[in-house]
């Protein structure tokens, strides 16, 4: 206290005096000097609850934010083969992985410009809502509930269905054999809830095991503790990879729901969805333009009108966005169009080796469609 | 004479410290109060502006997912999450409930044990609680779980014990009994025990034959037992079992224990019983070694002074560390999501919250269950404390 004001130093005695407070002018001063005091704490608290206030809303402009950061924060699987996975070096693979890699190219030019955040099934909306992350790519089912509680959805980059796997030994080749089966699911997932639903319509018994994560599901089927495993189909044929004796068991036919997975922005900020979103179809008319990342140096020079739109040779659109004019060019040099990406991570150059099925453009008999750039 | 609310003369209010004290106090508590309040704001306004529903609407919708163990009636296509609620609720009371008891138990042993003079007993004991109490309980309870599972036969080889129960990695099976008239049997179970409990009573402050303390046990053990069984079969009311029946993948009917439950309540078991050790085994060394030498000359058996004079004083220094493993092991269960067993954490905090996606709301009650457990746990525990503690004369 002492030395807070020239005049204080002088009283500095009678602050050790036991008889506190007679000396009406040390007193005086000393509330003075309380005083001041006080308004420094006040100040202070005011700028903590200001500080404290900014914290904790989510800032509306995305795509500044993280111009600024200088990264993009995407919210991945972390566990699951084909979709989002580190390798032991900790890079990171998959579908939904490269989904992020090609929006950190479209914005940084840079596709390595991407911190991946392994989310969880019950965490992931969470970590999007706060500003955690910025995009969720985490093989996420587009439902309405979700779109109307603040998310938006951005489209589809894999068409999925729930299936399940069983043992061979079990003689099962339907799921309508699973009357009374146990089966092990995770939780927080619409996985959980169509298994129920399925069983219902179909007048089933049912014991579901939950965890709380894919993996231990699937070390509890491993271990017998269910008959059935069940989660979307792509998940199923990346799980059972990881099955100690894979060709034991086999997955059966029947795809019980519609699971359209793909990236998700949180709601509020328009600039940011259309981007997200238009990733996607850019991926995709690259594909069916026959853009992909070994021809477009060439495809530059194309004539092609849709091909000059598209890699922004010919208009605007990327800055329509707010991005730059060669925003594809530089998602399909440092990422590749939509269907590099599906051979890479799930499709015939991968392990999984999934057929493209539903997820063939529509120009091939799947329903892969994008609106096109102009 | 100045009286306790006015300040010493010429002393103005404001320089009197008690008036200061008073001051500061409303003052930390209005910032606190203020804090709370921007908080509870901050966090509406950022829900609002991202569209997340608010509310407790969501209590009364179906909720539509499967729950593996339930004690209350409860089907995914009616049942509401609040329901679904209720159950995950008792899925945690149960296991808290048997694990407290039982590691209640297993760490008395211990803990006497720990202090046997017995060279072999004393180190095993010392083994137990320095290698149990030292591993992540969450690390213990993933080898419990595959323990089971892998210990246990497929569900095709089950283990058939004497009385219709069936054992294997599904969990279990035991018959369950159907009561025909419940209320019948209820009545003269509990009328047997009231009457065990009132003869045993009295007979504690009788000498010669019924002072004995086995005679006594007997006796009110068979008051309690065969009473009932002889009432019920003069009356001739039976009690029939719903027998598990071997479907073809599971078993049905039958009372099941599922291998989560079992896994879990050993982890929490074994776990806190380490602890209880510890504090069981600083209990007795509180009590001085002149009190044993003291009753040992007075004539008292080795059980008697452990009884008479030992424990009751031992217990005024057990029970409050031992109140905080009871508190442990309750909050401790909610790692059940780990294995599988649908405690109000795996059920409430995990599947609701994210089926709703109303987290802010789900946690918070979450929460609040957790306290309430731990806060009534402490109360009845501290009234048990109230009576065994030290009066001072």
Redesign the interface.
Known sequence: MAGTSPAATKWDAKEFSPRYGQDFRAGANRVKIRRFKMRQIAQALCAAAVAFAAAGSVDAATLDTVKQRGVLNCGANGTLPGFGLPDSQGNWTGLDVDFCRAVAAAIFNDAAKVKFIPTTASNRFAALQTGDIDVLARNTTWTLSRDAQGLNATGVNYYDGQGFIVRKALKVNSALGLNDAAICVQQGTTTELNLADYFRANRMRLKTVTFATLDEALKAYETNRCDAFTTDASGLYGSRLKLAKADDHVVLPEIISKEPLGPFVRQGDDQWFDIVKWVHFAMLNAEELNVNQKNVEEQMKSQNPEIKRLLGTEGNFGEQLGLTKDWVYRIVKLVGNYGEVFDRNVGQGSPLKIARGLNALWTKGGIQYAPPIR | MARPWES?P??PF???PKYRGIALQIGVCA?LAY?AY??IQ??A???A?????SGFGFWNVTA?????QTLIDYS??SSTYGRAFWVGLLNTLVVAAVGIVLATILGFAIGVARLSRNYLVERLATCYVESIRNVPLLLQLLFWY?AV??ALP??AASFVLPGGVLLN??GLFLPRPLFGDGAQIFAVLAGAVLLAVIFNRIMRRRKGFWGAIGIRAAFTLAIAVALPVIVLSVTGTRIAFDYPQV????V?GGLEVL??FVALLLGLVVYTAAFIAEVVRAGLMSVSRGQTEAALALGLTRLQTLRLIVIPQAMRVIIPPLTSQYLNLTKNSSLA????Y?DLV?VFA??V???T?Q?VEVIVITMLVYLSFSLSTSLVMNIYNARYALVER
Not at chain 2, 49 to 53: D, G, P, T, W
Not at chain 2, 337 to 340: L, S, T, Y
């Open positions: 010493a010429g002393v404001y320089r009197d910032a804090l921007i908080a901050i966090a306004d950022n829900l502006r991202s569209h997340v529903a539509g997912f499967d729950i593996s995914p296509q595959n599972l892998n497929g569900f990695n599904r479907s073809r993948f599971n049905r291998p989560e999501v780990a294995i599988g649908p795996q995990g599947t919250a994210n089926q996606n987290p």
